[in-house]
């Protein structure tokens, strides 16, 4: 086969640039090792920054999400004996919508599918060549045990940390954080017991009450890493989650349910730059990892995305290299920004074993509550920087 953009991965980053390129004129063949009916039941992220919203309806993306997303205006603060809610349109005029990355992974899939996109999923030995020369390729292996090749002029890693784009660089520089907890995350059908995000820090961990409808509870526990998810009966989790969010205070309570799907997430910060070279791209989890804490993956993959489609499409189309010489470094400061806030948020509502550290966190966080400075600062980071920033 033969294009002008070879692009590793169908998850969200992968699918949204193919639909950009295509509504620039600039053709596109996807690869994916997972099945279609994996990629769009993968459990991720799921709220959007306003730009990202911006982004899906500019690209006329939002029907759905209109209809089905969830728009809030700000989150809870939560600690021992006292809550406090951050209104970020008050603070900054713009807030989040709750859209999970399943919903958007399948309205992405459903407009490349209408628009004839081709989509190879399930194949193995995904390869890219050649990407410091102008005719790079990627070669794979089908789900039919045939061997295939993609000719193109440029190719583009939105693979995620595991992927062999990343690995095709060589001798970048990388930064890595590993932190010595990990999140104890489940799926509960049960109507979420708040209107809004509650993060609470405790003496016992951290805690996230998050949502997806309403009807279905996403929910959060700080656990050791390492942690055996079987030693977690539903009935302990909920239990610590009522602990640790404060049921009872303030007339405040947690409405259990049942548990459909339980995971035990590690959490780390990583970046790699350049996030281009030659001809290879790099956007999404193939150049960055944040901890999920400040809700910023999802929402940094989109902005590496509408970044590189008009570069692409200047480089291709117009023959300028002005916007893909860039795009390196100017999607790095936001991955900067976003990584030093997504650390900001973990290690402040994130529990030690150290009571001086404890003691520094509340202080922080009655900061934050009680500062207009503070508070705008949290929501400014949190509801998302512009795109390009």
């Avoid at 023959?319 to 806030?341: I, M």
Wanted: charge should be negative.
């Amino acid at each position: 086969m033969r294009t002008q953009v070879a692009i590793v991965g169908a998850g969200p980053a992968g699918l949204l640039l193919s639909h950009l390129l295509d509504e620039a004129g600039i053709e596109s063949v996807i690869v994916e090792t997972r099945s279609r009916e994996y990629v769009e039941a993968r459990i991720r992220a799921g709220i959007l920054e306003q730009s990202t919203v911006d982004l899906l309806h500019t690209a006329g993306l939002g029907e759905r999400l209109d209809s089905e997303g969830d728009f809030h205006r700000g989150i809870y603060l939560n600690w021992p004996g006292e809550r406090h809610h951050l209104d970020f349109v008050d603070l900054v005029g713009r807030g989040v919508t709750v859209y999970g990355q399943t919903e958007l992974t399948k309205d992405l899939g459903r407009a490349r599918q209408a628009s004839g996109q081709r989509i190879l999923y399930e194949v193995t030995d995904t390869a890219v060549h050649d990407v410091a020369t102008e005719q790079p390729f990627v070669t794979f292996v089908g789900p039919d045990g045939q061997a295939g090749r993609i000719d193109a002029e440029v190719v583009v890693g939105c693979d995620g940390s595991f992927g062999p784009s990343r690995a095709a660089i060589p001798d970048p520089a990388t930064w890595e954080r590993t932190y010595a907890y990990s999140w104890l995350g489940i799926l509960a059908d049960v109507a979420p017991s708040t209107d809004e995000l509650i993060y609470a820090w405790h003496p016992d961990g951290f805690a996230l009450h998050s949502m997806r409808s309403a009807t279905v509870s996403r929910l959060y526990l700080q656990v050791p890493t390492g942690t055996d998810i079987t030693e977690w009966s539903d009935d302990r989790i909920w239990d610590a989650l009522a602990t640790r969010l404060g049921h009872g205070q303030d007339g405040w309570t947690l409405t259990p349910g049942p548990v459909t799907e339980k995971s035990v997430l590690p959490m780390r910060s990583f970046v790699q730059q350049p996030m281009r070279y030659g001809r290879l791209f790099l956007a999404g989890d193939a150049a960055h990892i944040v901890p999920p804490t400040g809700a910023k993956g999802l929402n940094l993959a989109v902005a590496d995305v509408a970044l590189l489609a008009p570069a692409l499409a200047a480089l291709l189309r117009d023959k300028e290299p002005a916007l893909a010489d860039a795009y390196s470094e100017t999607a790095l400061r936001r991955v900067w920004r976003c990584t030093h806030f997504s650390w900001w948020m973990t290690t402040m509502l994130h529990t030690s074993d150290d009571p001086f550290d404890a003691q520094l966190q509340l202080s922080q966080l009655r900061w934050v509550a009680s500062s207009g400075a503070g508070a705008a600062g949290l929501a400014e980071n949190y509801a998302g920087l512009p795109i390009g920033y």
